[in-house]
Structure formats: C-alpha cells, structure tokens
C-alpha cells in the first residue's frame, strides 16, 4: 500500500471509447502527476498539478485529457485512444514545502495498465 | 543525446556482491537526483536521493553525486536476491516539476 489508488488496474478499450482513470492519494501531498511507462521506454512526464493548477503539459496528444478536482483526486479523461497508446499509467504525488518548493520525491500508484485494440 | 542515460543491463552480481549502477545526465542545471526500484509488474520505489556533490549513505545503499561530471551513481552493498530489480535514475531540473527519467537498469543477483 504506497498510499496512492489507481483505478481501474486494467482496462481494455476501443479505439471509439471515452473511459477514464481515476487516482487518489491519501499522503497529504500537494502536487500530482501522470507518467506513462511503455515497453523499454524511459518513464514519461505527460501531466504536473501542483494546488491543483495545471503546471507541466508535455505536449501530449490533446485525446487524454487530465482532470485535478482537488489536490487528492486525479483522473485522466481517455477518448478516441491509438493503439500506440496501450501502455502503463503511473499517477504519482509528491509533497511541497514552504513557498511551494518541490520536494521532486514520487509516490507512485500502482499503475493502471491501458490496452488500446 | 538523451536527457538521462542509464546502461540497460542486466547486470548480473553473486550475492554478497556490490552492485554499481551508473547515471549520466545532460541539462547541467539540475538540483536533484533520484534512485527508484522497480519489480517487474510493479510501480517505482523511491529508495534514495542526492542533491549535494558527494557521498549519501542510507543501509546497504550509497549514492554517488558528481554534478561537475554530470554522474550520478548507486552502489548496493553486500547484494541480496531481492535487490534484483530494475533501477531507475531520475533528475530534477532548477526548480519547476519536471523530473527525468533513464530507461532503467536491470540488476540480477545471483543467490
């Protein structure tokens, strides 16, 4: 238990379907973060909120679209998917001192693991 | 060039070995310098971090800053089985959230 849920831990989906992963953290973090980790590919930065305000948007494709309702919850929206996709999706939270300074220290979730057909 | 290089092994130790995972990274800037472990079918791990030049020591594990050679290294003391493990190295850029990471170096330790 890393305190930090993600779910669903799988999930299958056309490439015509809107579905969404849903990550909560119970650390009392500030800031939260979506990585995908493909296949013998260096973890990638996809999406940084901090307070709740979206700080890093790594040019990803505009079909996932992240959601930070408060610094607890984060979903990120999935809608017309590639098979290029298919992948793990980390949901990380990290902690911010005084003055909003980033610790950079990641808590991960377990990942939901992504199978785009 | 990549922004964080890691050699992709395996690497392979005895038990009872040290282990030494090298890190290189290219934005000269950076502040601060992570070691996660990864199982395999599992999420990254925290298990150390540096941000000064120098020598860190936590149990079996000693991480390695040299920000003048732009290295970052791990050495596991006296290696276990359940060491083996994929490493990842990860590097935070002056201030903001974005951090890097390697591809990860897979580590066997042989009982």
């Known amino acids: 238990e890393t305190g930090v849920t993600q779910t669903p831990r799988h999930l299958v989906m056309g490439m015509t379907n809107k579905k969404s992963l849903k990550c909560e953290q119970h650390?009392?973090?500030?800031?939260m973060y979506w990585y995908k980790q493909s296949a013998k590919k260096p973890l990638e930065l996809m999406f940084v909120y901090s307070l709740e305000e979206r700080v890093e948007n790594n040019s990803v494709p505009s079909r996932f679209s992240p959601e930070c309702p408060n610094s607890s919850h984060l979903f990120l929206h999935l809608h017309t998917l590639q098979p290029e996709d298919s992948a793990l999706y980390l949901c990380?939270?990290?902690?911010?001192?005084?003055?909003?300074?980033?610790?950079?220290?990641?808590?991960f979730g377990e990942g939901s693991r992504l199978t785009v057909l | 060039q990549k922004e964080v290089e890691q050699n992709s092994g395996p690497l392979s130790v005895p038990e009872g070995a040290i282990a030494s995972l090298n890190c290189t990274y290219s934005?000269?800037?950076?502040?601060?310098f992570f070691w996660y472990r990864q199982y395999s079918g599992k999420s990254p791990e925290l298990i150390m971090f540096i941000y000064s030049n120098g020598d860190k020591e936590d149990g079996r594990f000693t991480a390695q800053l040299n920000k003048a050679s732009q290295y970052v290294s791990l050495l596991i003391r006296d290696s276990q089985p359940s060491d083996s493990a994929t490493y990842l190295c990860a590097v935070r850029g002056t201030g903001g959230f974005k951090t890097i990471f390697g591809a990860g170096t897979r580590l066997f330790v042989k009982a």
């Open positions: 650390l009392g973090h500030n800031a």
């Open positions: 934005d000269r800037g950076s502040q601060s």
């Open positions: 990380a939270s990290t902690r911010l001192l005084a003055g909003g300074v980033n610790t950079g220290e990641l808590f």
